[in-house]
């Protein structure tokens, strides 16, 4: 308590209690740790969520390029550019089916597959590869299917164009992905 020297003039100051400053900035306590859980939770259910709709992406992708086959030269097996958006989708596909099957199973069960050191770091690094070998493929197919679509828009130009519209959006899918897998990578305290 502090008292002032003037006769009239009394003022009590105190400090405030440590406990309640470190209530109001969420940097502990419970509602610290409730609040932290919110947000990993939620980070984690982003990231199955975009993985579950990059695997939609690049299932539909796959399919549209499978059945792209209407004879003579409209025969997606006559491009090598098409062939390769096939095999990304297919990879994809496997990538983002079995990313969605361990986060899904991780998510409900609360028990961890796999080292969470090793899941952070493949989350990662898996995000981004299959990422850019989607935007890859995307590319290499864009300036045939822009070649063949000014001599003729047919059946088969459209569902090329289709199928790499797919794995565009596919490719944004996992490229938030990788967003958030770099986040938890990067909060991680153990690595």
Known sequence: MAVSNDPETKIDVQS??????????????????LQRHRREDLIERGS??????????????????ATNDHGDWKNFHNYQEYRYLLGIAIV???????QCFRQAKE?????????????????FFGDQIVAYLLISSASAAIPITNRMREGADNIFTDTSTAAISMTFFAFFCLALSAIISGYKLSTQTYI
């Open 92 to 98: 994809s596909s496997l990538y983002s089916g079995i």
């Open 16 to 33: 405030e209690p440590a406990a309640s400053t470190e209530a109001r900035s969420g940097g502990g306590g419970i509602s610290g740790i």
């Open 48 to 65: 199955l969520l975009m993985r579950g709709i990059a695997l939609v992406f690049s299932l539909i992708s796959f399919l549209l390029v």
């Open 107 to 123: 998510l409900s069960s609360n028990k961890k597959l796999i080292n969470p050191n090793t899941a952070a770091l493949f989350d």
